[in-house]
């Protein structure tokens, strides 16, 4: 199994500043990506960066230039650090990883339960 461990949320003023962070853990043989999406009310879900086991990254376009993604492979650990925030940041945000078991043979995604990133004066 395969679990995830986000923090990093809370009520943060516009214009500030926020560090996620989702460890995973588990039986784990590899990780081919981790990211973050975001759900606000209303609202689908919606992709706001990722990046795969080889450093690639991926910015939605409503983050690009406020958003950084990174990640360390010796603790698994993906974080996202957003920058001049905007109330409409406010929203559920989930980690997600992409990882193979030990046990098996494929891989699948893995969801963390979210964490609430409110930006509000």
Do not use: H
């Amino acid at each position: 199994q395969v679990q995830l461990v986000e923090s990093g949320g809370g009520l943060v003023q516009p214009g500030g500043s926020l560090r996620l962070s989702c460890a995973a853990s588990g039986s784990i043989f590899r990780i081919n990506a981790m990211g973050w999406y975001r759900q606000a009310p209303g609202k689908q879900r919606e992709l706001v960066a990722t990046i795969t086991s080889g450093g690639t990254t991926n910015y939605a376009d409503p983050v690009k230039g406020r958003a950084t993604i990174s990640r360390d492979t010796a603790t698994n650990t993906v974080s996202l650090q957003m920058t001049r925030l905007k109330p409409e940041d406010t929203a559920v945000y989930y980690c997600n990883v992409v990882a193979r078991p030990k046990s098996w043979s494929s891989s699948y995604n893995y969801w963390g339960q979210g964490t609430q990133v409110t930006v509000s004066s």
